[in-house]
């Protein structure tokens, strides 16, 4: 039986045009599944589908969302990030989570590496999903010689914007996004080189699990709050209202960049 399944041009380059054909007559596509996106039940019988294809160094995996939660696209992650997400697709509080360091953009001699955490910020009586991005050591410029911080400069000539203070979200971010895969933070996407497909800008070494809240209202929003600050300027909070309380420090303080990215791959 056809299904109402959506297969982007990208995602049909990627698996060819026969195996696409069976996919959108029903043969190779399941009829209920759950949506690689929030993790409810779906049946492309019934309804919109996305095909999301992940892409690793040496595997692919094609999944399902609702197609109101995601596009369908190809997301290129690494290939530890696939073999995880294989890993959570068969099976095998309000705190604040936070994720393995993963490399950053680029790193002073000191090997700095990107620490992330996962939180709930309260803004204007809204409780929204929030990621917070901190080095462990300065972040030079690449291919500079010096030993200061460049980190919230880098950031700022990529689109993010200062902020003074948590009153207001932030203002959005093209072509930036967060890949939120079987429900678990895999990766911070940023654009690719002459319109190609997103690449990672931060990605977990392993996903990073999520409160069921934050999901939740990530899914129901499809933006997540991304605030950045530099090294030594938020630290380990293991509660929603400190990390809060840390972020509005570092605004005080001139050391808070932030933007708005919304959900992409899944």
Same mark, same amino acid.
């Given at each position: ?50 095909? #999301? ?24 992650? &690494?290939?530890?990030?696939?073999? @995880? ?7 095998? @509080? ?44 300065? #972040?030079?410029?690449?291919?500079? +010689? ?12 990529? @689109? ?17 996004? #967060? ?20 690449? &990672? ?11 069921? @809240?934050? $999901? +939740? ?6 933006? #997540? ?13 293991? $509660?929603?209202?400190?990390? $809060? ?22």
């Amino acid at each position: 039986m056809p299904r109402m399944l959506d297969v982007s041009q990208d995602v049909r380059a990627e698996i060819g045009d026969e195996e696409a054909d069976l996919l959108l007559a029903g043969d190779n596509a399941p009829g209920s599944y759950d949506c690689t996106s929030c993790r409810t039940p779906g049946d492309s019988e019934q309804e919109r589908t996305s095909t #999301v294809l992940f892409v690793g160094d040496e595997t692919a995996v094609l999944a399902f969302a609702h197609a109101t939660c995601i596009p369908s696209q190809v997301v290129k992650v &690494s290939e530890t990030q696939l073999q @995880g997400a294989v890993r959570s697709i068969t099976g095998e @509080g309000a705190d604040a989570q936070q994720a393995p360091p993963a490399p950053p953009v680029a790193a002073a001699p000191e090997q700095a590496v990107l620490g992330i955490t996962s939180g709930l910020v309260l803004i204007q009586g809204d409780l929204h999903p929030a990621l917070v991005v901190e080095p462990t050591a300065p #972040v030079v410029r690449p291919g500079s +010689t010096g030993t200061g911080d460049d980190f919230l400069q880098l950031l700022t000539e990529q @689109g993010f914007l200062p902020v003074t203070g948590l009153e207001q979200v932030p203002g959005a971010l093209p072509g930036w996004s #967060v890949l939120l895969a079987m429900g678990q933070l895999h990766a911070i996407l940023q654009p690719g080189t002459g319109g190609g497909s997103p690449v &990672s800008w931060w990605q977990a070494h392993q996903p990073l699990h999520v409160t069921d @809240g934050w $999901r +939740t209202a990530a899914n129901k929003s499809h933006t #997540v709050l991304v605030f950045a600050a530099p090294a030594g300027s938020i630290g380990q909070q293991g $509660r929603e209202d400190l990390l $809060r309380d840390a972020l509005e420090r570092a605004a005080m303080r001139g050391a808070l960049v932030a933007a708005a990215l919304p959900l992409a791959g899944t």
